[in-house]
Every structure is written in structure tokens, then in C-alpha cells.
């Protein structure tokens, strides 16, 4: 019997659009099964292996669902850096929706740094916060997903 092929997993309360059709075709592609999980309704092509997951609103609760169900080897897409920590301790492979790809080697330095900056902003020192989404972050994306698929899709 062999093993179950690994999944992707989508922190999707704000995933750009753009990112969410590359990763629907994607699915589709390959059969790679693709759980979006937010606390509001997102309409999903109508595939077998294309769900999406509402969990209740309140803070970290698609976070805490994701972190339960994410296995060792499939792939998450966030931008939330603890989740991220929590995530690659445990084995997933783990990608913002920029295409920045968050290895177990620089996740603590990218939590630290986190930390330090809403340090900043809870004492009244504004950051400029992230560029406007762009094609960049697209293709750097596209980038890092297609390589994720090379190595776990069952085509």
C-alpha cells in the first residue's frame, strides 16, 4: 500500500485572488488535493480534490485547524510567521503567497524579526509594511509551487 500523497494547505482569510486560481489549476492539474481553510465561505471549483474548510471566526482558529491537519511533507501557504515556526517543526514545507519559502533554517530569525517589529508597532513606531502585489510575487510563487508539485505530484 503506498503512502498517501502529500497536500497543500491554504491559510485563505487573505490570500490574493490570483493566488488562489493558480493554485485551483494547479489542483486540477496534477489531482494534488488543495484545502483552503478560512472562517467565511470561499467558493471552490467543483473537483474532488478542491475543498474548502470554514472553520468559526476567532483568532488563530484557521491557524489552530490547519497546524492539526497539516502532515510532514505537505505544503502550507501563509504569511503568518508563527504559524509558519509551528509548521515546519512538525514537517510541513511552508510558502507565502509572495513565493518566499520559510525553511526550518530561517524561520527563527524571521519570528524574531516579527516580534521585534510589532514590538514596534504597539509602541507607536510605524513601519512602511509590504510592497502592493505584484507580478513578481506571482511568478515567484508560480516558482515555488511548480517545484513543490515536481517533487509530490502523482500525475
Same mark, same amino acid.
Given at each position: 500500500? +503506498?503512502? #498517501?500523497?502529500?497536500?497543500?494547505?491554504? &491559510? @485563505?482569510?487573505?490570500?490574493?485572488?490570483?493566488?488562489?486560481?493558480?493554485?485551483?489549476? @494547479? @489542483?486540477?492539474?496534477?489531482?494534488?488535493?488543495?484545502?483552503?481553510?478560512? /472562517?467565511?465561505?470561499?467558493?471552490? #471549483? +467543483?473537483?474532488?480534490?478542491?475543498?474548502?474548510?470554514?472553520? +468559526?471566526?476567532?483568532?488563530?482558529?484557521?491557524? /489552530?485547524?490547519?497546524?492539526?491537519?497539516?502532515?510532514?511533507? &505537505?505544503?502550507?501557504?501563509?504569511?503568518?510567521?508563527?504559524?509558519?515556526?509551528?509548521?515546519?517543526?512538525?514537517?510541513?514545507?511552508?510558502?507565502?503567497?509572495?513565493?518566499?519559502?520559510?525553511? *526550518?533554517?530561517?524561520?527563527?530569525?524571521?519570528? /524574531?524579526? *516579527?516580534?521585534?517589529? &510589532?514590538?514596534?508597532?504597539?509602541?507607536?513606531?510605524?513601519?512602511?509594511?509590504?510592497?502592493?502585489?505584484?507580478? *513578481? &510575487?506571482?511568478?515567484?510563487?508560480?516558482?515555488?509551487?511548480?517545484?513543490?508539485?515536481?517533487? /509530490?505530484?502523482?500525475?
Amino acid at each position: 500500500m +503506498s503512502e #498517501p500523497q502529500p497536500g497543500i494547505w491554504v &491559510d @485563505a482569510d487573505a490570500l490574493p485572488a490570483v493566488i488562489r486560481d493558480t493554485l485551483y489549476k @494547479a @489542483a486540477l492539474r496534477t489531482g494534488v488535493p488543495l484545502t483552503l481553510v478560512a /472562517n467565511r465561505h470561499i467558493d471552490t #471549483p +467543483s473537483a474532488r480534490q478542491i475543498r474548502s474548510l470554514q472553520v +468559526s471566526a476567532g483568532y488563530d482558529v484557521a491557524d /489552530n485547524e490547519i497546524l492539526r491537519r497539516a502532515e510532514p511533507g &505537505d505544503l502550507v501557504i501563509t504569511q503568518d510567521i508563527p504559524l509558519a515556526a509551528e509548521l515546519v517543526a512538525k514537517g510541513a514545507e511552508v510558502v507565502t503567497p509572495r513565493g518566499e519559502q520559510l525553511p *526550518r533554517d530561517n524561520i527563527r530569525p524571521r519570528l /524574531n524579526m *516579527r516580534d521585534f517589529m &510589532d514590538s514596534l508597532r504597539s509602541s507607536g513606531i510605524h513601519g512602511g509594511g509590504q510592497s502592493a502585489f505584484g507580478p *513578481r &510575487d506571482r511568478q515567484a510563487f508560480a516558482n515555488c509551487l511548480d517545484r513543490w508539485l515536481a517533487r /509530490n505530484a502523482r500525475t
